[in-house]
């Protein structure tokens, strides 16, 4: 009769090896051996001796080990994306290299977000997209919202900010956490997020609550003020050039800066974002567009490249005094490309010396006009009349509803006898003056350089 064969004892945590420490050699503690689920490949991890002394205490971790190693196989049964050992770095790399057309101010938003994604993952020791979690999305998102303001340093160098103690808004913080979230939603498309699903987005990337004021617009005083200041602006000239001093040209008749009123005008006038009207050109402008009344009315094309990637037409029925500045312009512009000479740098800084020095309004910035632009369509009853919120949105390249709570009501006290954006604005006077100003420049010598 044979032996009886000895029993084999079912392991408590099946796939986990304890393997014993080895002191005379090159592994004092105790190790444990496991197949990783997600590559397949064999991993040998030393245990703690501190925190793990005991036998018990061993079993118990190889235990858990086990435990989490059965699930992590289920989910990637179920669908789940599997780890890949890419470090965070190269996974925000490749969300760059997968859009290399986002428009420039979107790609600086996403590139200051993501910077600081990444300064914050070191710091907390995350080096590997595999290793982010939901709860560290939301001690992310946290210090994101504890970051104070910052602003210019007086007397520092170009460009140098400092900290204050105040907080920064909620909108401001907003825009960072819809750029993260957007940017890790792609990597998890592509499965190099295998921790993060949708619900860790939405609830660890939680959008901060906003109090919706009424939009800053500015009313008819303020405009006025805005094109005087402007046309001052535009109107600065040199004491004295070397030209001058030649007797080359008349003294004081070099122009100072790029004029800036007429793109102001546009602006306020078409309700076109800032980036829309410096980057306009002369093949997107048709002059002689016919209104749906057949009288020669003009109208701009704006192409796909458009913040909401929609092509959308601007018709200048609205302003006839925006579109005989155009065409005086045209007639200067010989073979130019570009409606307007200046860049979109000397534009902002012509803004802020508006502003700073010649009595601009404070509140105004390009975003203001828009919305301005947006209000005086909606609630002039002599322009678009029944059909203002639909035909404004239309105008301006965002849905009704937008127009609806943003706009309807805002603007009163407007007459029913104004049928044009300057008469319902009250700055006929001011357009006047900035068309006036189009037609002497050709008598008048450009800006050096």
């Known amino acids: ?40 490949r064999m991993v040998k991890t030393t245990l703690d001796p501190t925190g793990l002394p005991t036998a018990e205490a061993r079993r118990d971790w190889a235990i858990r080990k086990a435990r989490s190693i059965a699930k992590r196989r289920m989910d990637l049964e179920s669908g789940a994306h599997r780890a890949t050992g890419t470090s965070l770095e190269d996974a925000l790399k490749r969300y760059w290299e ?16 993501a910077a600081k994604l990444q300064a914050w993952a070191r710091r907390t020791g995350i080096h590997s997209a595999d290793d982010v979690r939901g709860p560290q999305l939301v001690a992310f998102r946290a210090e994101l919202a504890r970051e104070p303001r910052r602003v ?27 750029a993260i979230r957007t940017i ?13 699903d949708t619900d860790d987005l939405k609830d660890g990337l939680e959008r901060l609550a906003v109090s919706h004021e009424r939009g800053h617009f500015l009313k008819p005083h303020e405009l006025q003020k805005l094109l005087e200041a402007a046309l001052r602006h535009d109107s ?27 793109v102001i005008a546009c602006a306020l006038l078409t309700g076109m974002r800032f980036g829309e009207v410096m980057s306009l050109e002369w093949k997107q402008v048709d002059l002689d567009a016919l209104g749906s009344d057949g009288d020669v009315v003009g109208e701009i094309h704006l192409s796909a490249a458009t913040k909401t990637k929609r092509a959308r037409t601007v018709g200048l029925e609205v302003s006839p005094a925006l579109r005989k500045l155009l065409a005086a312009m045209h007639l200067q512009a010989g073979t130019k490309r570009a409606v307007f000479a200046s860049t979109r740098d000397t534009t902002e800084a012509a803004a802020k010396r508006i502003r700073r020095e010649f009595g601009a309004p404070a509140g105004f910035t390009w975003q203001t006009l828009r919305r301005t632009c947006g209000c005086y369509l909606t609630n002039a009853p002599g322009i678009f009349g029944a ?3 639909y035909r404004s949105a239309k105008q301006l390249g965002h849905s009704v509803a937008v127009a609806e709570k943003h706009y309807v009501d805002v603007v009163r006290g407007i007459p029913r006898e104004a049928r044009t954006l300057e008469a ?3 700055i006929e006077a001011q357009m006047t003056k900035v068309l006036d100003a189009i037609g002497e420049a050709p008598a008048r010598a450009r800006k050096i350089g």
């Not at 600065?236 to 800036?260: D, K, L, M, W």
């Open 1 to 40: 009769m044979s032996p009886a064969r000895k029993r084999r004892t079912r392991s408590p945590h099946p796939g986990v090896v304890l393997l014993r420490p080895d002191p005379a050699g090159r592994h004092p503690n105790w190790r444990a051996r496991y197949a990783d689920p997600d590559s397949g």
């Open 184 to 196: 890790l939603g792609y990597l998890r498309k592509l499965g190099l997020l295998p921790h993060i």
């Open 387 to 389: 059909a203002s919120a």
């Open 424 to 426: 319902a604005m009250q």
């Open 152 to 178: 210019h340093a007086l007397g520092g160098k170009r460009g140098q900010q400092r900290k204050t103690k105040d907080p920064r808004s909620a909108s401001t913080i907003n825009i960072e956490l819809r």
């Open 98 to 113: 997968d859009h290399p057309k986002l428009r420039e101010r979107t790609l600086e938003i996403y590139r200051r977000a």
């Open 236 to 262: 600065e000239t040199f004491a004295a050039t070397r030209a001058e001093h030649a007797g080359e040209r008349e003294p004081g008749t070099t122009t100072r800066y790029e004029p800036i009123a007429p």
